[in-house]
């Protein structure tokens, strides 16, 4: 189980161990998003000032994503069939999609007047998903053809 707060600390537990898994401290750029991939290997954080972080749990080693924004991101997702496929929403209104293993955005989405607030990849099929925001928009994604 994960936990971030507003004063920048993360923990981690390991709830059938009984135990603390991590515990840290982001300082004033604090945790907004995070989500465990399907086996609970990796967990990908995204940070109020737009910074995309992964988390090998098995070492404890936080990687940081190339990539240039300063937006808030509100939302993140692995992908159910791809472990290394990530979709991340930010607060204004971009969609990306983000390969894990390779570090590198696969493709950006401008779909949304305001803020995206939430993802979800399709159960059924690998190659889509789907966004909210607040605009009241709901966007339907096909990310091998990048259109929506």
Do not use: R
Not at 18 to 44: A, C, E, G, R, W
Not at 105 to 116: A, G, Q
């Amino acid at each position: 189980m994960a936990y971030a707060s507003f004063s920048g600390i993360l923990k981690i537990w390991d709830l059938k161990a009984s135990n603390t898994y991590l515990n840290t401290n982001f300082d004033k750029n604090y945790v907004n998003s995070m989500n465990f991939d399907h086996d609970s290997s990796h967990l990908i954080l995204g940070t109020m000032n737009g910074e995309l972080m992964a988390m090998n749990m098995e070492h404890l080693a936080f990687t940081k994503f190339n990539h240039k924004s300063n937006v808030k991101i509100n939302c993140i997702k692995f992908s159910p069939f791809y472990s290394n496929l990530i979709a991340c929403g930010f607060d204004d209104g971009v969609i990306k999609v983000f390969d894990v293993n390779e570090n590198s955005l696969i493709h950006e989405y401008v779909n949304h007047d305001i803020s995206c607030s939430g993802i979800a990849f399709s159960p059924i099929n690998k190659l889509l998903f789907c966004s909210v925001g607040f605009d009241g928009k709901i966007n339907f994604f096909d990310i091998q053809a990048k259109k929506y």
